[in-house]
């Protein structure tokens, strides 16, 4: 299963217009398609930002706001990190993280133009982002 967040928002610009839990919820609801042990966080990184058309200054910043995602989904509780072999770690989506319904919507019309984010099968509404309880 792809997890591709050009997939979902193909335009650069309105993936950087998100702002961490908003590009959180897409990230969220990519990972709980799947019935993962676990991801690794470089793979993941690469694996989010494939096909999207990046340079390396742009790249660098859709790493940012890549991260800042990944880092609220973890603050939030929706994600973990847990030791494997070797001192590695893998991210994985916690209880809390696949049992969560949607329960809040961002008004981000502003920041998003009309169109420019594609709802997949199982995926939340453009519109629909989780918040804190």
Known sequence: MS???GDIIPEVDSLLALQPEELGAEVLQILRRESSRGFDR???????ME???LDDQLGA???EAVGEALN????Q????SRPIDHGREVLYVTRRGRELPVVYQFEI??????GAMRSTKGSIA???????R
């Open 126 to 132: 453009p519109s629909e982002v989780l918040c804190e």
């Open 77 to 80: 509780g929706f994600l973990a």
């Open 3 to 5: 997890r591709r967040l």
């Open 42 to 48: 470089l793979s993941l990184f690469e694996e989010l």
């Open 61 to 63: 910043t859709v790493a």
């Open 109 to 114: 019309s502003r920041l998003v133009p009309k």
């Open 72 to 75: 609220w989904l973890e603050a």
């Open 51 to 53: 096909g999207l058309a």
